[in-house]
């Protein structure tokens, strides 16, 4: 079982508000679980009204696939119009099977 994690950060400079944010941040979130079949949420940032920290969890019985998903949100992601990609960071769970 692999399980990898990626967390990605955003600004959104056009955000004037936390409504205006949410207005922003939800389809984005809610494209990765749909699309991918991805556990995705925000999970950092949640006051300010400009920044996110989204976190997705992707798990698979090979390596490969679960860095092919993690690529294709990254993607996904970095084509969003209106957000700006500061950071993406990539993690792996290790597992005992």
């Not at 205006?20 to 809610?30: D, L, M, T």
């Amino acid at each position: 079982m692999y399980v990898g994690a990626l967390e990605i950060e955003l600004h959104i400079p056009e955000s004037r508000s936390l409504k205006a944010k949410r207005a922003v941040v939800k389809p984005i979130v809610e494209g990765m679980r749909h699309r991918f079949s991805v556990a995705a949420a925000e999970v950092d940032h949640h006051e300010q009204w400009q920044r996110v920290s989204i976190g997705v969890a992707a798990v698979a019985a090979n390596q490969g696939h679960v860095v092919d998903v993690l690529d294709e949100v990254e993607r996904f992601v970095w084509a969003q119009p209106g957000v700006d990609v500061l950071a993406a960071t990539r993690t792996w769970l290790e597992t005992d099977a």
